[in-house]
């Protein structure tokens, strides 16, 4: 068994010299179809992956915040399936990819880490899906708060939760009203 001293994979990435990018809301960092020559984690602001459909409509396939590793999927292809854009003023750090998929070739620790960190994005992806297919805001609710312990944010904080669980502020806030 692989001992794992930090299943955090920030952590190994920092072994990687990085490059500081900057995009003004609204820039692409990368688009569908380019080749896959970094690895980006969000440093500050927001970046959405977005997968564009032949009639010109997109639906978002990630929502990235600070701290967020981004298209890491995206390693094990030469192409970008998605595009990724700016939505606030964002800073990302740039790994090139092949000192990246050197890394965890050559180290156990950080191909764990990778595993351990992909293993969670999929755990959640499934939660997002399932929460997609609940019709009633208090299902929704009901199955954010099981996967985050019963614990809501502080108050500020709540539209971020009806922006997670697919309905809008003032339909999260009245059911929130009615469970008081």
Not at 151 to 159: F, M, R, S, T, V
Request: a positive charge.
């Amino acid at each position: 068994m692989i001992e794992i001293m930090s299943d955090d994979f920030h952590n190994f990435l920092s072994r990687i010299p990085a490059v500081s990018r900057r995009f003004a809301r609204g820039r692409l960092i990368f688009e569908q179809g380019d080749p896959v020559d970094n690895l980006y984690c969000v440093d500050s602001g927001e970046v959405h992956l977005l997968r564009r459909q032949e009639d010109g409509s997109a639906f978002v396939l990630q929502r990235a915040g600070a701290g967020t590793i981004l298209a890491e999927a995206s390693l094990t292809t030469p192409r970008y399936h998605c595009s990724a854009v700016a939505i606030k003023e964002s800073t990302v750090a740039a790994f090139q990819r092949k000192k990246v998929l050197d890394l965890i070739a050559g180290d156990k620790t950080a191909a764990m880490a990778l595993v351990m960190h992909l293993g969670r994005e999929v755990r959640t992806a499934r939660l997002r899906a399932e929460m997609g297919l609940l019709r009633k805001v208090s299902d929704k609710l009901d199955a954010w708060l099981a996967w985050n312990d019963d614990a809501l944010p502080q108050k500020g904080n709540w539209h971020h939760v009806a922006q997670e669980i697919g309905v809008s502020p003032e339909a999260l806030y009245r059911e929130l009203a009615n469970r008081r």
